[in-house]
């Protein structure tokens, strides 16, 4: 079973510039979170997908952060414009349904530079 | 105070050392338990999961669930080289979004 995809997995950006990561989840899962994780720090979760709609993004600084999934599979996250402390790795991770006894898979992640 | 709190370590053992890892909480509605394991530049991989109170064993690893003191813990036994990584303990509740809430992590660092 493949697992999930992420790309790019580096990025270094300048302050304001803006920003995409792009996740492909595993095969057949509904559901679908985006984290950050700053260094030294576990994931926070920024938003979280039930097939196309959104379930939670209560942590998703929506001034500057965006994410889609588009026909409830790939999902696309954007930061327009960055700020220094947007530096982080952004993880995505998928599970089949999302509910309580769901285990989620993380992929490896993108990891953002921004100066 | 954070919902969890986790000693980022770092943490060094000798190769077959019993590591002991620890998280406490402070959600009382929080009923499943992960631990995830995390190596450099990839994302976390869930090692145990286990729900509400007691132990749950694999291998050499055992969860520990002790939800009248809220802590858990992570035993590994006979620890190798390659078990060197930073250990995430995550928890969640059984009802809302399901939405999980990480540990910082500890580093741990098994010496050959």
């Known amino acids: 079973e493949a697992g999930v995809a992420q790309s790019p997995r580096y990025k270094i950006i300048e302050k304001r510039q803006s920003v995409a990561f792009w996740c492909n989840p595993i095969?057949?899962?509904?559901?679908l979170y985006w984290y950050q994780q700053i260094l030294g720090q576990g994931p926070k979760l920024l938003i979280q997908?039930?097939?196309?709609?959104?379930?939670?993004d209560s942590q998703l600084p929506k001034d500057r952060f965006s994410a889609e999934r588009l026909k409830g599979v790939d999902s696309t996250l954007k930061i327009q414009p960055a700020k220094l402390e947007d530096s982080a790795v952004y993880l995505c991770?998928?599970?089949?349904?999302?509910?309580?006894?769901?285990?989620?898979?993380f992929g490896p992640g993108t990891r953002l530079t921004v100066l | 105070q954070k919902e969890v709190e986790q000693d980022p370590g770092p943490l060094s053992v000798p190769e077959g050392a019993i590591v002991s890892l620890n998280c406490t909480y402070s959600?009382?509605?929080?009923?499943?338990f992960m631990w995830y394991r995390q190596y450099s530049r990839k994302g976390p991989e869930l090692l145990m999961y286990?729900?509400?109170?007691g132990n749950k064993e694999d291998g050499r690893f055992t969860a520990q669930v002790d939800k009248s003191s809220k802590y858990i813990s992570l035993f590994i036994r006979d620890s190798q080289p390659s078990d060197s990584a930073t250990y995430l303990c995550?928890?969640?509740?059984?009802?809302?979004?399901?939405?999980?809430?990480f540990g910082t992590g500890t580093r741990l660092k098994v010496l050959a």
């Open positions: 991770a998928s599970s089949f349904r999302g509910t309580s006894t769901d285990t989620q898979y």
């Open positions: 095969s057949g899962h509904a559901t």
């Open positions: 997908f039930q097939n196309n709609g959104v379930v939670d």
């Open positions: 959600n009382s509605a929080f009923q499943y």
């Open positions: 286990t729900y509400s109170s």
């Open positions: 995550a928890m969640r509740a059984t009802s809302g979004t399901y939405k999980y809430i």
